[in-house]
Nanobody, 127 residues
Framework: QVHLVESGGGLVQAGGSLRLSCAAS????????VGWFRQVPGKEREFVAR????????YYAESVKGRFTISRDNTKNTVYLQMNSLKPEDTAVYCC????????????????????WGQGTQVTVSS
């Protein structure tokens, strides 16, 4: 069992930045693939970014590429999502997710590719 806790959300003006954190207890995140997703009420959960467990390899949704960066700090057992140049359409609840292994890296772009989820943190970008 992996217990994930997100933090760092808040209200920011368009063009601003936020850094989200995904911290784990009980287990070491370095042994898990970790993804960030976001969800707006009435819409499906949307993939944002993922980081591989072995080499930290990253992959981003086209909508955030060049603006968001996912990274790991294994000493703090935390995965971050640095979000720059925020837009109002980035407003959502952001959740991190983890899984210990996967057959295909492409699976990590879908919510079904993960076993463990945090509760989420609200990000609101005002225009």
């Amino acid at each position: 069992q992996v217990h994930l806790v997100e933090s760092g959300g808040g209200l920011v003006q368009a063009g601003g930045s936020l850094r989200l954190s995904c911290a784990a207890s009980e287990r070491t995140l370095r042994y898990y693939h970790v993804g960030w997703f976001r969800q707006v009420p009435g819409k499906e959960r949307e993939f944002v970014a993922r980081s591989l467990r072995d080499d930290g390899g990253t992959y981003y949704a086209e909508s955030v590429k060049g603006r968001f960066t996912i990274s790991r700090d294994n000493t703090k057992n935390t995965v971050y999502l640095q979000m720059n140049s925020l837009k109002p359409e980035d407003t959502a609840v952001y959740c991190c997710a983890a899984i210990s292994s996967t057959g295909y890296y492409a699976n990590l772009r879908a919510a079904t590719g993960y076993d463990y989820w945090g509760q989420g943190t609200q990000v609101t970008v005002s225009s």
